[in-house]
């Protein structure tokens, strides 16, 4: 059995914070990078007995929970410079984790390195807007290939919501599971015929229609890209 939390315990005032916001122990344990049961884990049986720093530090922010209340040093305010040279307070950042794979536009790319190798700062409150929910299920993967083009480029970098995939399915563009590799794709929904079309928006790729939904794995939904201008 877990220890007896007290109200100044690090978990208590992270069960608490997860209450109020409305988030899940899963949601928080994705956002952070970490397998689902993390946060359960760390709160009602105290395993890990502290949180990572750089976990600390991302709950605290995205919680809004002062980081010396999980377990952390008296952080001084942040500051940024804004662009007309005058100093304001720092906004809190959501990290998003960029993963060491690439989603093929063309065939699929390997998946077999699954794994954070950054964590990409977003404004919380931008999160929000572009994906209309939590930004618990987010992840950045690069594009590779053309067959996207000109809408993905290859070397693009990609926001995918993994909590937008087979639940809430629609035209749009995602990220696929084919064959142990990843493919970014357009989707056009038949809802009549209960079928998808997979469409690559470079002309020169084919087109593959009328394909059974229970045959395609979504991965996530693309809501986002970033690219270097030439």
Do not use: C
């Not at 530090?57 to 005058?86: C, F, H, M, N």
């Not at 493919?183 to 209960?194: D, E, F, M, Q, S």
């Amino acid at each position: 059995m877990g220890e007896v939390m007290r109200e100044e315990d690090p978990r208590a005032v992270l069960e608490a914070a997860i209450q109020r916001s409305g988030e899940d122990y899963s949601s928080l344990s994705r956002l952070i990078g970490r397998n689902a049961a993390y946060i359960q884990q760390f709160i009602k049986r105290g395993v890990p007995r502290r949180l990572a720093e750089e976990d600390r530090r991302q709950l605290s922010r995205y919680l809004s929970i002062p980081e010396e209340k999980l377990g952390g040093p008296r952080q001084p305010v942040a500051t940024v410079a804004t662009a007309e040279g005058s100093r304001t307070r720092g906004s809190d950042l959501v990290l998003v984790p960029r993963l060491d794979i690439r989603a093929s536009a063309g065939h699929g790319a390997a998946t077999d390195n699954e794994r954070p190798v950054a964590r990409l700062g977003f404004h919380p409150g931008w999160l929000r807007e572009v994906t209309g929910g939590s930004p618990a299920g987010l992840s950045m993967i690069r594009v590779s290939g053309d067959s996207m083009s000109p809408t993905l480029a290859d070397g693009d970098e990609i926001l995918v919501d993994g909590t937008d995939a087979a639940e809430r399915l629609r035209d749009g563009i995602y990220v696929l599971r084919v064959d142990d590799g990843l493919v970014v794709k357009r989707l056009a929904i038949n809802p009549a015929a209960r079928s998808i079309t997979i469409v690559s928006d470079n002309p020169a790729y084919p087109t593959w229609p009328d394909r059974d939904p229970a045959e395609i794995e979504l991965i996530g939904r693309a809501v986002w890209v970033g690219r270097r201008i030439a």
